[in-house]
Structures are given as C-alpha cells and as structure tokens.
C-alpha cells in the first residue's frame, strides 16, 4: 500500500544545532504538506507545496526554518539552528491534487527532541 | 481564540457509544474532517463530510454538520478498546482543503 515515509523516526539534537528532516510523498502526489505537532496540540501547517513551488508558508519561522522540494518529489525541512521550543512531531502529508480529491495522506511523522 | 475547538478528554466503557464534538470559525470550510492518531503514529484520515451535508455514516462512524452552529461531531458506536486514540477535528482552512486541526479528543475506551 502506497504511503508517505519520513525520516528519520526520532532524532535528538543539541541546540543551535542544524537538524533535517526527510519526506517521501506517495507516488504521484503533486501536494506537499509540512506541519509540526508540539505535544498535546493539533498540527498546525508550516509550509505547503504544489510540485516544486511553495504555495503557503506564511506559518514557516523564516529566520530558522526552510523547506524545498527541488524537483517536485521529495521534500526537505531544516532547522538551523535548533532551539529547546522546536521539540515537537513534525509530520508530513501528501495529496493528489485537483477539485476532487479531499484526502491527505500523513507520514508517520519525526520525533524531534532538542536538548 | 482558536479557530477549531475540542474537549480535551473522553472516558467510556467498552460497548457504549462515544460522541466527540467540534465548533469551528470558518464558514467558508468546504470539508470538514475526523482524523485519527494512535500513539506514536501519524495521522488517518476516518471521515470527512462536505460542508452541504448533515449527516454522513460510515460503518461504526455517523458524522452530524450542524452548518448554522458550525458544530461538527463524531459518533462511534459500540466502541471498542481499539478506539482508543487521539480524535482530531479539522476544517479545509478558507474553503482550501487544507486541514486545520483542533487540539485533539483524547478517547479512552475502558472495560
């Protein structure tokens, strides 16, 4: 069964350090979704993408954070450089695109753990 | 405030029916959604219900879109210990259809 897949599972780092995070969308999905998830709230979205271009990331902290997704496949999000508030789940979602289709697929998202 | 708002925690026994409910602030909200999240886990999308609607059901699952309240609930029936997740609800944030989540309904599901 076709799935989104992100990596790594878990990561902990240093604060001020840089950490990046990996999303594989499902085959064919031409909307990409960053959200991050700090514990015992909702996701709340960072960045969205439509193929390679960024369509929102009005949410995105710009100073730290950044996102790609060069070719319109698989996307990147990177911290740089981490600080203790960032600790969260940040999960990543696809969807197929067009007028019809309703459904976002989410990852199993990246534990992150700044230290 | 926030725009999609839920109670923090459900109790119920095995057997019994749960009901979770939402408000939501967006009117222009084209889709409204019920996701799932197990711990540890990502989310899984469990139903959505467009905004014309009033009622949709789904095996166990009966959405109800009350439109003039912008109230939106989850019932499952006969619940079972394997229910027992994170509920979230979701508005298609300025009639777009990206998910904008509520906190979460913590369901526990006991004996």
């Known amino acids: 069964e076709a799935e989104v897949a992100q990596s790594p599972r878990y990561k902990i780092t240093e604060k001020s350090q840089a950490v990046a995070f990996w999303c594989d969308p499902i085959?064919?999905?031409?909307?990409l979704y960053w959200y991050r998830q700090i514990l015992g709230q909702g996701p709340e979205l960072l960045v969205q993408f439509q193929d390679e271009s960024v369509v929102d990331d009005s949410q995105l902290p710009k100073d730290r954070f950044s996102a790609e997704r060069l070719k319109g496949v698989d996307s990147t999000l990177k911290i740089q450089p981490a600080e203790l508030g960032d600790s969260a789940m940040y999960l990543c979602?696809?969807?197929?695109?067009?007028?019809?289709?309703?459904?976002?697929?989410f990852g199993q998202g990246t534990r992150l753990t700044v230290v | 405030g926030e725009d999609v708002e839920q109670s923090l925690f459900l109790s119920v026994r095995e057997g019994d029916s749960s009901v979770i409910n939402c408000t939501y602030t967006?009117?222009?909200?084209?889709?409204l959604y019920w996701y799932k999240q197990e711990p540890g886990a990502g989310l899984q999308l469990l139903t959505y219900?467009?905004?014309?609607?009033d009622m949709k059901q789904d095996q166990r699952l009966t959405v109800l879109l009350n439109k003039k309240d912008k109230h939106l609930s989850l019932r499952i029936a006969d619940t079972q210990t394997g229910d027992s997740a994170i509920y979230f609800c979701?508005?298609?944030?300025?009639?777009?259809?990206?998910?904008?989540f509520g906190r979460g309904t913590s369901l526990i599901v006991h004996p």
């Open positions: 967006d009117s222009s909200s084209t889709y």
């Open positions: 219900i467009f905004s014309n609607m």
């Open positions: 979701a508005d298609s944030s300025g009639g777009s259809y990206i998910p904008t």
């Open positions: 979602a696809s969807r197929l695109g067009g007028h019809l289709d309703t459904e976002a697929f």
């Open positions: 085959s064919g999905h031409a909307t």
